[in-house]
């Protein structure tokens, strides 16, 4: 009797992952993350002005990765942020940036990562293009904080250049590529740096297409910081051990590939975008704790 049960649980979730429908919630974190690029990019007339806007504004970093270099970005990029006060202020612990992410994650972990990133939405869409998909070793998640420590901390403060920014894939095609097709003169200046990020932001597009998520789960720095909190975040994700049956539906919704019942919604990886709610089973809901596990 319980086999049978189990089959009937299993057509019903394969009938489920097959025609329901995105729900309410797809769509909302859908518009969250084009709200976030307008957001943070709603300074238009700077392509008009072929500059960069430097405002009071671009003291205050925004949630997502979103380079601020860009003509339109009023706000600052948080970890270029970090880096240009690393390597070229006076106080080489940005505290108020940190204080800021430390607030985000602290109340939801990794939730910027899943609804309030551009170049997380970018990674989302060129990965509906069809094709064959790899798999990204979990081995590799490690390399993010590697990043963070070496390149956005170490060799900042140690050769006073900020060179997460100068190689960074989202700086390159946000601002690189608009100000030098904006600006003639930047065109001549271009050399054989420029075609080094052009070719890391090459290597990244193809990456987005055959992965989930390659960047946000390998190298973001941001993600890494955010991840730290997840464990302790206020908002997370909660599975009944008892309603699921394991049926990997919400790894195949999975933006960066997860098997929720794992107990990886508490881990660095989880990027909180809550698709793992559509559980055809109702295994999984969002709890609301204030003691870490």
């Not at 299993?10 to 097959?18: A, D, G, P, S």
């Not at 309410?24 to 518009?31: A, F, K």
């Not at 405002?55 to 003509?71: A, E, I, T, W």
């Not at 508490?266 to 990027?271: E, H, N, V």
């Amino acid at each position: 009797m319980q086999a049978w049960r189990r089959i009937a649980q299993y057509c019903r979730v394969n009938l489920y992952t097959t025609v329901l429908p995105r729900g309410p919630g797809s769509r909302y974190r859908r518009i969250s993350q084009y709200f976030s690029i307008i957001l943070y990019n709603c300074y238009f007339y700077g392509f008009y002005l072929r500059s960069i806007y430097q405002g009071s504004f671009k003291l205050v970093p925004c949630p997502g990765f979103n380079c601020h270099s860009c003509p339109s970005a009023v706000f600052s990029c948080p970890i270029g942020a970090l880096q240009m006060l690393t390597a070229y202020g006076t106080c080489h612990i940005p505290l108020y940036v940190l204080g800021f992410l430390g607030m985000i994650g602290t109340a939801a972990g990794r939730i910027v990562c899943g609804w309030a990133c551009p170049f997380g939405l970018l990674q989302d869409l060129l990965n509906k293009i069809p094709s064959p998909k790899l798999k990204i070793p979990r081995a590799l998640t490690w390399l993010r904080y590697i990043i963070l420590v070496v390149v956005v901390f170490g060799i900042a403060l140690i050769t006073g250049e900020p060179w997460f920014c100068k190689l960074c894939p989202a700086g390159t095609l946000e601002a690189g590529i608009p100000l030098t097709c904006l600006n003639p003169e930047l065109r001549e200046m271009t050399g054989m740096m420029f075609s080094i990020k052009l070719g890391i932001l090459a290597v990244f597009i193809i990456l987005f297409i055959l992965c989930k998520r390659p960047f946000c789960r390998t190298v973001c720095p941001l993600g890494a910081i955010y991840g730290l909190f997840n464990r302790v975040s206020i908002l997370r994700p909660k599975v009944d051990h008892e309603k699921c049956i394991r049926c990997n539906a919400c790894q195949k919704d999975c933006p960066v590939d997860l098997k929720i019942y794992d107990g990886v919604c508490l881990s660095a990886d989880c990027i909180r975008c809550y698709r793992c709610l559509k559980c055809p089973t109702g295994a999984v809901s969002i709890s609301r704790r204030f003691t870490a596990e």
